[in-house]
Every structure is written in C-alpha cells, then in structure tokens.
C-alpha cells in the first residue's frame, strides 16, 4: 500500500469508525439498556477525524459533552466506551460518568467534562503542565461555537497566550447551541476574530472535509510543538440527529428542510468516498469489506458491554477520596 | 526538636510552608494574582518569586475560573498546584470547576486520576470591607464531597496543615482569616505535617464544651479564660477541619459536659454548627444535659460600617453571654464572669484585629 493510500484509508477510518459506532448507539438505544443522554457526533466525524490525524499517543484530546468522535478519532476504546453507556463496571469510568465523561488515558483522551468551557480550561492546564514538565506534547482541545460565549474560553485563550503554551482550539461550528442558532447568540463576525484577538494562530475549514482540515490541524499542532504558541481551528460542521438522543428532529421545526438537507449533501464520509475513488479507485467492493470489518469490532464490542457485569452497589461509593 | 520554640507569625508560617513544599518538590507550584507583588499576599508569598523565579511562582491574569481549569488540568497530570486568591470571594467565579471538576475527579475517572490543588482562601474582616469582602463560607465548601476544607488557627497549624495539604492527592480548600496572618506562635523551623482531619484540644475542663474554628478560636479562648477565673471549666475545641469532620473528640467532650456552644466563623443557617449538632443529636437523646446552641455572623450581609458590625460578629462578651445561659450559674459568679471580660476588652474597638492595626485592609 503506498504511504498515500494509507494515510487516505487511516483518515476514513477514523470516520467510518465514528458514523457506525455512533449509529449503532443510535439504533439499540430503544432497547433502553444504554440509559444515559447521548451525545451522537453523526455529522461531525470529519472534523474530529482530520484533526486527530497527526496527533501522537503522547499527546492529549479535551472534549465536552459530544465527545464520541474526539474520543474514538484519538484512539479510545470502543469496548470500554461502550461498556460505560450501558453503566457496567469496565466502562471507561466505571460507569460512574456515562457518555458525557469518556476518558482513554492510554489512548491521550483526557476526561471529557461535560459543562461547556469547563474542559477548555482543564486542556489548557494540560498543556500548561507540558511546559512545565518540559514535555513535547499538544494539548487539542475540541468546542462548540457556543464555547466561545463563556468566560472562560476567552480566560483560558489568554492564558494559552500570555504564556504561548502547545495548544489547538478546535472550535466545530454547528450553527446551533441546543437548538437556538448561532445568529440570535452571536453577532455577524468571524469567530476567528474572537481568536485573532487574543492573538493566537487561526484558520478556517470546511469541518466536513476530512482532507481540509488535517492539513490546517497539521500546520497547527507543528506550530504547538516547536513552541510557536497556540492555535485556534474554525470548522463549519453539523449535527444531523436531534441535540440528544438517537433520533431525527426535523418535525420540531427549528431547522429548515432545506439547510438540513443541503449539509446531508455534504456528507464528510461521503465526500471521503468520493476522494478514495478518484485517487486510488476505491470501489463499493472495497469499501463493503472495509465496513464489514470494522461492524465487526463494533458489534464486538457491543457484546462485550451488554455481557460485561454491574459495578456492585457496595462500590458506589468508593473513589471520593485517595485515602 | 531545639528551634520548637521559635516564634513567628501565622503569614511567616504559610510563607515557610510553602518555600518547603517548592524546594522538596519540583512539582510544586504557586499561582495567584499577586504571588510575586510587593504586599506578596500579606506577606505569606515573599521572596518566593526571588528565590524560584516566574516558572514555579506564577503570576496569573485575573481569570479566577480558567485559572482554576488550568490548575486542575496541570494536576491531573502530575502537577501540585497551590492556588492563592486574596479573598474567599474572588473564587467564586471558580465555583463550576471546584465543585464540578476538581472535587469529582477522582469519582468520575473510578479512581484513574485525582487533583492534589490547594486552594487558599482568605477571609476578610473589619476597615470596612464590606458585604463582599468579608465571607467565610467554609460550609458551602463543606457541603461538597470530594473536597478538603481546613481552617487552622495557629501559625504552627497553619505551617503543618499546608505542608499536609500539599502532599495530599485530594483537593483542599485552605481557608485563612485574615486577622490570623499577623498573630503568632511557635513554629518548628523545618517542615512537618499536621493531619487534615483531627480537631485540637484547646483547654480541657467538665463543665461545657465550645467548639471553635479560625479567628473565633481565638475569640473562645478569651472566653475559656475569663470563665476559668470563675473556676468552670471549658473544653474548647479548635475545628481545625470543616471536612472532613472529625467528631471523635467533640463526641467524647459533650459526653463528659453535657453542654455545648458551636462558634462559627460564617452564618449559622445550614452552617457547620448546625452539622455537628444534628450529628451529635443523631448519636442519642441524651447527649445534651442542656439544649445546644450555635452562634456565627448575624443573618445578613456584612455591613461596611463599624457602627452596625457589634452585633455582626461573635465577639467575646457574647460568646460569653451563650456560655452563661446555658451554665445557669449563681448570680455572683455570673457577675464576676462578665466583668472579668468587661475588663479583658476595654480597650477593643470592633472593626480592627489588633491595636496597632490602621488599615487599609
């Protein structure tokens, strides 16, 4: 396989991995076995994909409450994250966090703290400890478009700045906070601008090109790593299921059918498709075997966290403290 | 050990603390707007920033909330942060990452990951600070699981405990009144630790227990000495910890008095008094010989002027007054008792910690 190849069906892979998993949850949720809120990052993969794409095991990912696909692009578990949504004790966190605390610390999956702006501040702590520490590692840190409308971010991009600390902002513009839209929340500018402000490096992709945005987080974790200071990515993305939970929300009405169906369009794994058959003529052959392999660790994966047993009640109160 | 008798001040203390826990451990840092400034956090940071420089002693933008994020992150990754605001207030901003991240932590990673921080916290009091410059909220604090909340009173304890706290892998809120960082005590001049979750026997004596933290263990002990001339005698009791809660000690006294007076450093309502009351009460019906009272800051605001803080606080003569309704004393006793702390506070003017004390804060 040529190193091209390689890097293309990585990158897909990393997609894929996410719209199946994700839609997998979304289709045995009714079962009502996974009995916590979800998050499904269906929509988003390319984004959280590309900008995992050249990130080393030793560097870290900070996510909120739609963690799914910054967790799996970085490498987390699927069995342990699995196990967590069905509350058993080899979940990620013991089941004691469900899908809004994932966390892979073999894996640089930093935990995922659900409270928007929260997991900004801990990320950039991370990468604060990096410099005192003298280690070589980027902190990534994955927010909404609403992130930018707390405090906090803007305290934490100072910080980042003042003291040029190896971070990526990855800010996935959604258009939607819940489901009140981005204009009535913000006014008409550049989100960057935000960014420009504080004097970080910024650029601006289309999130559902995986392709676009490795090559912007690229140039953004080199500038992290050799000390350049931190960076802040745009990438314009959408949530194609309801704001939590497994289903579609069209009926409700807050999003036209035409802008809904303009983004399925822009489908990222589509897209992708599209890339790998033009440039190493990838065909539906191809790609079935390659999906069927990767179901097949899904459902895996399934088995083992609907097999997995409970914590037992006499633990739930264990780990408050270290003594 | 032959400096034990060295004598120094409660902010000394904290500075000593801290130097020793920078120079044992390079994981240790300190953070806070003002670390390294000329007041140098009343003086309990100086020479800190000269000794370790701008990487250990770090001075941080004002941003109370993502400061707290960045120096739970750091912690989380190896980390020993010690965090400084110049008020208990300035940390509410900082509330959503104390109580959501940095006292969850190690619950909601199962044990994976803890964030040893300490944050100081410091109360202020008098000159007129005013409604938000005058808090002691040690049971807010309190009330959440996963946090350390510890008030020492003396510079030996404060010494101690801070060392202790920075060692700890667990979150400690460490809170310091203000009108304790110019008093004094004997301080060993090399590091030791004093646990995060023992009170301290004050003086001992049958006939009622109060129990005290803070600045209002120093109120107490006035009070256990004027009643001490009237031959009753006090347990009192210096908290020391908030949480956790250390009862063993407390339980043992009120068995033995049957009375007990808690003096709070905050509002009384859903205050720590009212937590080692309701425990006791839940220990059995008979504990109390009389029925328990609690005292702490007025049910309001604290007011800037002096003319309407006598009643705001607990001061002494009326700690003493709680101490001789419970205690039913003859007349000339009680007499005897209140002139004794009439003539103690004389010279005290309410809204200063000291007489050589002129402001501003």
């Known amino acids: 396989m040529t190193a091209r190849k390689e890097f293309l069906l990585s990158l897909y892979r990393k997609m894929l991995l996410i719209r199946l998993v994700e839609e997998a949850i979304a289709d045995r949720y009714h079962e009502q076995e996974m009995r916590c809120p979800v998050h499904l990052s269906i929509g988003q993969e390319g984004a959280a994909s590309g900008a995992c794409q050249h990130l080393l095991a030793t560097d870290v990912v900070s996510s909120a409450h739609r963690s799914h696909a910054h967790y799996l692009a970085k490498g987390g578990s699927v069995r342990a994250m699995l196990a967590e949504l069905y509350g058993k004790a080899a979940g990620c966190a013991g089941g004691r966090g469900g899908s809004m605390h994932l966390l892979d610390l073999d894996a ?47 305290e934490a991009a100072n910080f980042s700045s003042i003291k040029s600390l190896p971070v990526v902002f990855v800010c996935e513009n959604n258009f939607y906070s819940v489901c009140t839209p981005l204009e009535v929340r913000q006014p008409q500018r550049p989100i960057t601008e935000l960014a420009q402000a504080h004097e970080l490096h910024t650029a601006h992709a289309d999130g559902n090109d995986g392709l676009a945005v490795q090559a912007i987080a690229k140039d953004a974790i080199d500038l992290a790593r050799n000390g350049e200071g931190p960076s802040f990515l745009l990438l314009d993305t959408y949530r194609m299921r309801e704001h939590c939970g497994p289903m579609f929300d069209q009926e409700t009405g807050y999003r036209t059918d035409e802008e809904y169906n303009e983004w399925l369009e822009k489908c990222p794994i589509m897209r992708h498709f599209s890339i790998l058959k ?46 | 050990m032959p400096n034990d008798n060295r ?70 990754l190896g980390q020993r942060p010690i965090m400084t605001h110049q008020r208990v207030e300035f940390s509410l901003f900082a509330f959503e990452n104390i109580i959501n991240t940095a006292a969850k932590m190690r619950y909601t990673t199962n044990g994976k990951l803890s964030v040893p921080i300490v944050i100081r916290l410091i109360v202020g009091r008098g000159w007129g600070q005013g409604p938000c410059h005058a808090q002691s909220l040690e049971s807010v604090f309190g009330h959440i699981p996963g946090l350390n909340v510890v008030m020492p009173t003396t510079a030996h304890d404060a010494k101690g405990m801070l060392i202790s706290a920075v060692k700890d892998d667990d979150p400690t809120i460490f809170i310091e009144h203000r009108w304790l960082h110019s008093t004094t005590g004997h301080v060993p001049k090399d590091g030791y630790e004093v646990p995060l979750d023992q009170t301290r026997t004050v003086s001992t004596g049958d006939d009622i227990t109060i129990v005290a933290s803070s600045l209002m263990t120093l109120e107490a002990m006035l009070v256990a000495q004027v009643l001490g001339e009237v031959e009753i005698g006090v347990d009192l009791i210096d908290l020391r910890s908030v949480r956790p809660l250390d009862m063993s000690q407390i339980h043992i006294s009120v068995a033995k008095t049957g009375r007990l007076l808690c003096v709070d450093s905050g509002w009384t309502t859903y205050g720590v008094g009212g937590e080692i009351i309701a425990r006791l009460a839940e220990s059995g019906s008979d504990i109390f010989r009389t029925p328990p009272r609690r005292m702490g800051m007025a049910d309001y605001p604290s007011p800037s002027t002096r003319a309407l803080i006598s009643e705001y606080y607990p001061f002494p003569d009326q700690i003493l007054a709680q101490c001789l309704e419970v205690l039913q004393l003859p007349a000339s006793q009680n007499d005897a008792a209140k002139s004794a702390m009439e003539e103690l506070q004389k010279n005290r003017r309410v809204d200063v910690p000291n007489a050589d004390f002129s402001g501003p804060f």
């Open chain 1, 108 to 154: 640089g999956v930093l935990p995922c703290l659900p409270i928007i702006g929260t997991s900004i501040s801990t990320g950039v702590g991370a990468a604060f400890s990096f410099k005192q520490r003298k280690q070589n590692s980027v902190s990534m840190i994955f927010m909404g478009d609403a992130a930018v409308e707390e405090g906090i971010f803007h």
């Open chain 1, 278 to 323: 033009n440039e190493i003529n990838w065909t539906t052959v191809d790609d079935k075997a390659f999906c069927q392999a990767i179901r097949d660790e899904i459902d895996a994966a399934f088995n083992f966290a609907i097999n997995a047993p409970f914590p037992a009640q006499e633990t739930a109160g264990l780990h408050v403290y270290a003594k």
């Open chain 2, 7 to 76: 004598t120094i001040t409660f902010a000394e203390a904290i500075c000593e603390a801290t130097d020793f826990c920078l120079n044992e451990d390079p994981s240790v840092y300190l953070i806070g707007l003002g670390v390294s400034d000329p007041g140098a956090i009343f003086g309990t940071t100086r020479g800190l920033y000269q000794r370790y420089g701008d990487e250990r002693i770090v001075e941080m933008p004002t941003s109370e909330s993502a400061l707290t994020g960045v120096a739970i992150g750091s912690a989380v």
